[in-house]
Nanobody
Framework: VQLQASGGGPVQPGGSLRLSCAAS????????MGWYRQALGKQRDLVAI???????KYADYAKGRFTISRDNAKKTVDLQMNSLETEDTAVYYC???????WGQGTQVTVSS
């Protein structure tokens, strides 16, 4: 499985970004997908995951601000991020549970 993440970039505090991850392979619909992030000098942490059936789980800091969604027909998983804060600055990685594959990461920089 290959994952291609996109949608990162610079944004001002309070702004929004939508990350998207496109997956190859035939097992997408049966796998749990997720987004993780890694800030400079810190470990990679869970942001949100979504099961094959659409059940979601969020990190506490993401609840109410971020929304994860998936489109099994398009084999994509998106992360809508609103009310962004400087602390959200990180490289965001797409992940899939079938093979434990990671995307290449996309940089999100929240700064005024």
């Amino acid at each position: 499985v290959q994952l291609q993440a996109s949608g990162g970039g610079p944004v001002q505090p309070g702004g929004s970004l939508r990350l998207s991850c496109a997956a190859s392979g035939s097992r997408f619909s049966g796998t749990t997908m997720g987004w993780y992030r890694q800030a400079l000098g810190k470990q990679r942490d869970l942001v949100a995951i979504i099961s094959s059936g659409g059940i979601t789980k969020y990190a506490d800091y993401a609840k109410g601000r971020f929304t994860i969604s998936r489109d099994n027909a398009k084999k994509t998983v998106d992360l809508q991020m609103n009310s962004l804060e400087t602390e959200d600055t990180a490289v965001y990685y797409c992940w899939e549970s079938g093979f434990g594959s990671w995307g290449q990461g996309t940089q999100v920089t929240v700064s005024s």
